[in-house]
C-alpha cells in the first residue's frame, strides 16, 4: 500500500499557477527558494518566476507545478505521485488490479489506471528526501 507524496499539475506557467493554488488554499504556501537553489537556477538561466517545477506546501501533500508545453490528450494534467516501500511489488498487485504500466524510470514508475488516468510510484526513500 502507498501513501500520496504529492499532487502534480502538469502546467504552461508553473510559479503563476502555484501562487494561484497557494492563494486558495489555506495553509499553503509557494515552497521558498533558499540561495543553493536560486543559484542552481541562475546557472540554468532561469529564476524562480521561470522555473520549471515550483512546489506548493501545507497540511496536507505538498503540490506540484511542472511544465509540460501543450495539451496531450494521452496524458493527465493533474496526476497523484503515490510514495510506496516496495514498487516492484506495488506494481504487481496493481497489475493485478487493472493497472497498466506506462515505463519505469529509476525512482519511479508511471502507471495508468483500468480507465487510462495515469499516477506514479515514487520509491519511500525518494518521498523522503524530497
Known amino acids: 500500500m502507498g501513501a500520496i507524496q504529492e499532487i502534480v499539475f502538469d502546467c504552461d506557467k508553473p510559479a503563476k499557477l502555484a501562487q494561484f493554488w497557494a492563494e486558495m488554499l489555506d495553509g499553503y504556501a509557494v515552497r ?42 494521452d496524458n493527465n494534467r493533474v496526476h497523484f505521485d503515490i510514495a510506496v516501500s516496495d514498487r516492484g511489488n506495488e506494481v504487481e498487485r496493481l497489475k493485478a488490479a487493472g493497472a497498466e504500466i506506462v515505463r ?27
Open 32 to 73: 521558498d527558494y533558499d540561495e543553493a537553489e536560486i543559484a542552481r537556477l541562475a546557472a540554468l538561466g532561469l529564476t524562480p518566476e521561470t522555473d520549471p517545477t515550483v512546489m506548493v506546501d501545507g497540511p496536507g501533500p505538498s503540490i506540484c507545478f511542472q511544465n509540460v508545453e501543450g495539451r496531450r490528450y
Open 104 to 130: 519505469v524510470l529509476p525512482t519511479y514508475t508511471v502507471m495508468r489506471d483500468p480507465e487510462g488516468n495515469q499516477f506514479c510510484l515514487v520509491d519511500q526513500r525518494q518521498a523522503m528526501a524530497a
